[in-house]
């Protein structure tokens, strides 16, 4: 299918465990994004990459780790999941680096740490 | 403080009202704006976007910005059921950045 998507929709653990939410996108599109949105705080950045092999930390990066091998792929992991990291997490990507590009968003993944 | 502020309502609207959404911003840098839409259980969509100072019309929906205030504000016009949802506003974390940072949303009902 063509687009962003991610996987899991939804993912129930435990604290202390690793957690790797999925985000795939067919677009070429060279920057992709991960967020976490939470009651009250809104939507905030974690990580972030311009291409294959570059990424930069977001607003709240700590317990998370990222990688991109791949342009169209870009896993988040929750090295050890606190029940802090329950949240709805959207992957997202744009064409390029211009602030007038437009970011597109998967799905989201509902993550419960229990 | 964040940068951007927005309140989260809900706010509750009978169909046909004209609904005024609203975000201010503290960087007076800031020249390009974004409004986003995110249904129940889904990502956010954009919407809007609208350059530097004015309005910016699109069917019944209207931007505007007024940088000597740092206010920016979404009209819906005619409003529908199917309006219902959280409307993000979004800029640039920095004036060239790539990044967003966004509002807290507003959740916008429309009864029938």
């Known amino acids: 299918d063509a687009g962003i998507t991610q996987s899991p929709r939804y993912k129930i653990t435990e604290t202390g465990r690793q957690v790797t939410l999925m985000c795939h996108q067919t677009?070429?599109?060279?920057?992709m994004f991960w967020y976490r949105q939470d009651l009250g705080h809104g939507l905030r950045l974690i990580y972030y990459s311009a291409a294959a092999d570059i990424t930069d930390k977001g607003e709240v990066p700590d317990g998370y780790v990222v990688s991109r091998s791949k342009t169209e792929n870009f896993p988040l992991t929750l090295e050890s999941a606190t029940r802090s990291q329950t949240s709805v997490y959207f992957c997202?990507?744009?064409?390029?680096?211009?602030?007038?590009?437009?970011?597109?968003f998967g799905p989201g993944t509902r993550l419960t740490v229990l | 403080q964040k940068e951007v502020e927005q309140d989260p309502g809900p706010l509750s609207v009978p169909e046909g009202a004209i609904v005024s959404l609203n975000c201010t911003y503290s960087n007076s840098a800031f020249q390009y704006f974004m409004w986003y839409r995110q249904y129940s259980r889904k990502g956010p969509e954009l919407l809007m976007y609208?350059?530097?100072?004015g309005n910016k019309e699109d069917g019944r929906f209207t931007a505007q910005v007024d940088k000597s205030s740092k206010y920016i504000s979404l009209f819906i016009r005619d409003s529908q059921p199917s309006d219902s949802a959280t409307y993000l506003c979004?800029?640039?974390?920095?004036?060239?950045?790539?990044?967003?940072?966004f509002g807290k949303g507003t959740m916008l009902l429309v009864s029938p």
């Open positions: 677009w070429s599109h060279s920057y």
């Open positions: 997202a990507s744009k064409p390029g680096p211009a602030h007038t590009d437009t970011q597109y």
């Open positions: 609208t350059y530097s100072s």
């Open positions: 979004a800029m640039p974390l920095r004036v060239g950045y790539s990044t967003l940072t």
